[in-house]
């Protein structure tokens, strides 16, 4: 048996590890250099197997779920991070984004959790998108499989990005991704999965007024032929729309693990961010088996990650018993 939830975090935290050292670093220069393992040193001087601020922050989510969903309880872990270095590989926070830490500093100072998040256009960088996955399997445990058609569950999306990232694009991002990623845990089937995970985010959006205009920011995903863009087409910015663009652009065009999350290292710029938007859902697909030996025993602190993994598998087991969900998705990956 093996267990989704590590297949997906696992796969979030070693595709950061693979980013870190390269971070910033333009397209050009890795075409020259490419990134084809785990490097040591690099832009923030780290050792092989760092992650990074997108990794602490899915752990704090993986952390707080155990004992359900309080959004006051999450800022709490986001603060003990950010101010205690918890939830780090070497007890301090690094890279952490601007909207993030604003959101986070709002919290200190007293304001409610939900209305910490920035609601500014520019507030619309990818650090809602790096740190959602671990809801969807709370969401999963608790609505079924269909939760991308329940108004309470897509709201919980919307509030958990607002933590940090109260703008509706920034929601919708959450959204589309947490609907791929639960295609994939139906069916490893990468094509299969974006196109009705797209379509059934777009349904939903399309639907309430609130969010329809800004879903036209993400008409690319539903045009035809999104797999086959070129290239020079798909921009890897911390952009919260070219963050999601690149990730599932990579997972679409690779057919392993490995492959998935070098192709998003190297696309450049946000490289450790838009590798772990990538590698969650490739972890998701391919599994942890697939994940490269060779990097999973560099990875820092990797019994802590898989121990929450495990704590969280098991709440969840549970919490689906309570709520007559078939569990079964959330333990064993799918054969076709
Ligand atoms: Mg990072």
Same mark, same amino acid.
């Given at each position: 048996m093996e267990m989704r939830i590590k297949d997906a975090i696992v796969g979030l935290c070693v595709a950061d590890a693979l980013g870190v050292p390269v971070e910033f670093c333009s397209r050009e220069a890795l075409k020259e250099n490419p990134v084809v393992g785990m490097r040591a040193f690099g832009t923030y001087n780290q050792p092989a197997g760092t992650w990074s601020d997108d990794t602490s922050m899915t752990l704090c989510l993986v952390d707080s779920l155990l004992n359900g969903l309080n959004y006051s309880d999450i800022m709490d872990k986001f603060l003990k991070w950010l101010?205690?270095?918890?939830?780090?590989p070497y007890g301090e926070a690094f890279d952490i984004g601007r909207t993030t830490r604003a959101a986070i500093t709002r919290y200190a100072g007293g304001t409610p959790p939900l209305a910490c998040g920035g609601t500014a256009e520019?507030? %619309?960088? %990818?650090g809602s998108l790096m740190r959602i996955l671990p809801l969807l399997f709370y969401l999963h445990a608790v609505y079924g499989p269909d939760f991308i058609c329940n108004e309470e569950a897509m709201g919980i999306i919307h509030n958990v990005s607002a933590l940090t990232h109260a703008h509706k694009r920034s929601q919708i991002a959450c959204g589309i991704y947490l609907s791929i990623a639960e295609e994939l845990l139906q069916k490893s089937n990468p094509v299969g999965a974006f196109t009705e995970g797209t379509d059934r985010a777009f349904a939903y959006y399309r639907k309430h007024d609130e969010f329809a205009a800004e879903l036209t920011y993400y008409d690319r995903l539903v045009q035809k032929d999104f797999a086959n863009l070129p290239e020079k087409e798909i921009k890897s910015s911390g952009y919260v729309v070219h963050s999601l663009e690149a990730a599932l652009w990579c997972l679409l065009n690779t057919n392993s693990y490995r492959d998935c999350v070098l192709l998003a290292v190297n696309l450049g710029d946000d490289t450790d961010t838009v590798a772990a938007i990538a590698g969650g859902l490739a972890g998701l697909n391919?599994?942890?088996?697939?994940?490269p030996g060779e990097w999973l025993h560099v990875i820092a602190k990797r019994d802590y990650i898989e121990h929450l993994c495990r704590q969280y598998e098991e709440t969840l087991k549970k919490l689906a018993m309570e709520n007559s969900v078939p569990a079964s998705r959330l333990s064993e990956r799918a054969t076709d």
């Open positions: 101010r205690e270095g918890a939830y780090t520019h507030d %619309n960088g %990818n391919y599994g942890y088996g697939c994940i």
